[in-house]
């Protein structure tokens, strides 16, 4: 009896010694693997944080000059309201600023609902074709206009041969 006991020894060491070799690798070393990972990126983060810190005092003066007022040198035109017969002409004024601006009009759109609100503001779609090294001089000219408040979107689509740019426009008018 006392034989057969010692002839399974060696076998029940080896057999635990693969088991627990089996634990290391299927348990353990993936576990070590995703704390380095999670380690890397506590890391990152505190680099990110550091670097962040460092540039909030320079953001916040940023911000400060972004909010003096606009200088009084700069040119800017009196702001007049377009009456209705001049809001009947919109597609005649706008096609005199792409010829300035040497693009072509391709539509000029009215929103009525904010014709209707009664704030003296009336919100246009103005759509306008060709090269965009144009872009900037029609903007200008835009700008330049006694009856116009703001330019609030600006759509570009570049297609081949299709190349268009977008403008929803607030105009003042009575």
Do not use: W
């Amino acid at each position: 009896m006392a034989d057969s006991k010692n002839q399974n020894s060696p076998i029940l060491v080896i057999f635990c010694g693969l088991g627990l070799l089996a634990f290391l690798f299927l348990v353990i070393y993936p576990n070590y693997r995703s704390m380095r990972e999670y380690d890397r990126q506590i890391s990152a983060l505190n680099g990110e944080i550091a670097l962040r810190q460092a540039l909030a005092p320079i953001y916040k003066k940023l911000v400060e000059k972004a909010r003096i007022a606009p200088s009084t040198q700069l040119k800017s035109p009196e702001k007049t309201a377009l009456g209705m017969e001049s809001t009947g002409r919109l597609a005649q004024i706008f096609q005199n600023i792409a010829d300035t601006a040497g693009l072509t009009l391709e539509s000029v759109i009215p929103d009525a609902q904010t014709f209707d609100q009664g704030n003296g503001l009336l919100m246009v779609e103005v759509v306008f074709r060709g090269e965009f090294l144009n872009f900037q001089p029609l903007i200008n000219t835009i700008a330049e206009q006694s009856f116009v408040d703001r330019i609030h979107n600006i759509h570009i689509r570049c297609a081949d041969e299709n190349k268009s740019i977008k403008l929803t426009v607030s105009l003042f008018h009575h």
